[in-house]
């Protein structure tokens, strides 16, 4: 089994969250012998009130969540907060050193920069946050041009609907490419852009 844990906090991105979980849970729902369980993981067990305003409701809280495999940590707005709270910077650093495969979408990379995961490791972020990557850790090789950054134990996305990207490779490095193939196929992504 498997066990990824999306995380959700006040002023996450909406698909920061929710573009990985549409990957990872069709996944999980669509090919159960796979073996793999999604989750949403917060603080507690009242509403998250997302950047945009979007509210929702973890499955789980860190002290009931079981333990984790993958965790997939959003960007937006809350990061701000985030990068400078030192308990969930020592949660990141405790779910790093148990072998948890580390993941991030758009500013989550500045979270994990803050937390040292970072460290001697490229890594990409949001377009708009690049040069704050670069200041939190200088050690860091920002990759500005890379949709998804996979270091081994760590994996950073670009901005936003970047995590989608990650999320797939992630499909395709847990099981294989044509699995992430057939995930893509079933969520219809295949974009092209209309503007």
Not at 15 to 35: I, K, M, R, S
Not at 80 to 93: I, K, T, Y
Request: aromatic share 8%; with cysteine; glycine share 8%.
């Amino acid at each position: 089994m498997t066990v990824v844990a999306v995380v959700l906090f006040d002023g996450a991105e909406e698909l920061d969250y929710a573009g990985p979980w549409e990957v990872l849970a069709a996944w999980a729902t669509q090919w159960p012998d796979d073996g793999v369980e999604v989750f949403t993981v917060a603080d507690s067990p009242e509403p998250v009130r997302s950047a945009k305003g979007l509210r929702v409701l973890a499955d789980h809280t860190w002290a009931s969540a079981p333990p984790i495999d993958v965790l997939v940590y959003p960007g937006g707005r809350g990061t701000r907060r985030e990068l400078a709270d030192d308990e969930v910077l020592g949660r990141l650093r405790s779910l790093r050193e148990a072998g948890t495969l580390m993941t991030s979408v758009c500013t989550g990379a500045l979270v994990f920069a803050s937390a040292g995961l970072l460290r001697n490791r490229p890594a990409t972020t949001w377009w708009g946050s690049l040069d704050v990557l670069a200041e939190l850790d200088p050690t860091i090789e920002v990759r500005p041009d890379d949709r998804f950054v996979d270091s081994g134990e760590i994996v950073t996305a670009a901005g936003v609907s970047a995590g989608i990207d990650m999320a797939l490779h992630l499909v395709a490095r847990l099981h294989s490419p044509e699995r992430a193939r057939e995930v893509r196929r079933y969520i219809q992504y295949d974009p092209e852009p209309p503007v």
